[in-house]
T-cell receptor
Framework: NAGVTQTPKFQVLKTGQSMTLQCAQDMNHEYMSWYRQDPGMGLRLIHYSVGAGITDQGEVPNGYNVSRSTTEDFPLRLLSAAPSQTSVYFC?????????????FGQGTRLTVV | GENVEQHPSTLSVQEGDSAVIKCTYSDSASNYFPWYKQELGKGPQLIIDIRSNVGEKKDQRIAVTLNKTAKHFSLHITETQPEDSAVYFCAASTPNSGYALNFGKGTSLLVTP
């Protein structure tokens, strides 16, 4: 049982390049979400999904795309990387619930855009 | 959208003392309030949570209180130990957004021996 797995752990991109951050969970969780963490800003929600085929925007969605074709995977795409997207990215998953349940986080992807 | 404010941003206590971190939220629809601990280089991990139908919850040295009317909730750590040193985040969430988390900006707790 691996939990939430994020790849890669580290990445350096040039401005304008595109890439996909991968997130996979093996806990059969319906809910998945992406956050970015910047110094002094806490974690901010980028996009989230309540099930396969359903996604929605969070607080800071601009510059990012997501899709959810399977329950297990929730990739985050940067179409044209900008220096402002330099950050640590975390993916999380949780069971669906009427009252909230623990979100399990991956180890993060540290992205630098130069 | 939901706005979560967290104070203080840094907190230094001596081993054995208590630590209190306070958060406020804005969306009255929020009904799930978890607290996460993050150690350097790792993802956040849940330490305790509370739901809106409960006013207080305790787990050994950690307790959380919730005041729905005032829209604030607090984390209390008693008998602090050096291994409690970390960054702590409060969060609020609603069923309307799949319980995706709205985080406070974090509190860096340092427990000195």
């Amino acid at each position: 049982n691996a939990g939430v797995t994020q790849t890669p752990k580290f990445q350096v991109l040039k401005t304008g390049q595109s890439m996909t951050l991968q997130c996979a969970q093996d806990m059969n969780h319906e809910y998945m979400s992406w956050y970015r963490q910047d110094p002094g800003m806490g974690l901010r929600l980028i996009h989230y999904s309540v099930g396969a085929g359903i996604t929605d925007q969070g607080e800071v969605p601009n510059g990012y795309n997501v899709s959810r074709s399977t329950t297990e995977d929730f990739p985050l795409r940067l179409l044209s990387a900008a220096p402002s997207q330099t950050s640590v990215y975390f993916c999380a998953s949780s069971y669906s619930s009427h009252s909230g349940t623990e979100a399990f986080f991956g180890q993060g992807t540290r992205l630098t855009v130069v | 959208g939901e706005n979560v404010e967290q104070h203080p941003s840094t907190l230094s206590v001596q081993e054995g003392d208590s630590a209190v971190i306070k958060c406020t939220y804005s969306d009255s629809a929020s009904n799930y309030f978890p607290w996460y601990k993050q150690e350097l280089g790792k993802g956040p991990q849940l330490i305790i949570d509370i739901r809106s139908n409960v006013g207080e919850k305790k787990d050994q040295r950690i307790a959380v209180t919730l005041n729905k009317t005032a829209k604030h909730f607090s984390l209390h750590i008693t008998e602090t130990q050096p291994e409690d040193s970390a960054v702590y985040f409060c969060a609020a969430s609603t069923p309307n957004s799949g319980y995706a988390l709205n985080f406070g900006k974090g509190t860096s707790l340092l427990v000195t021996p």
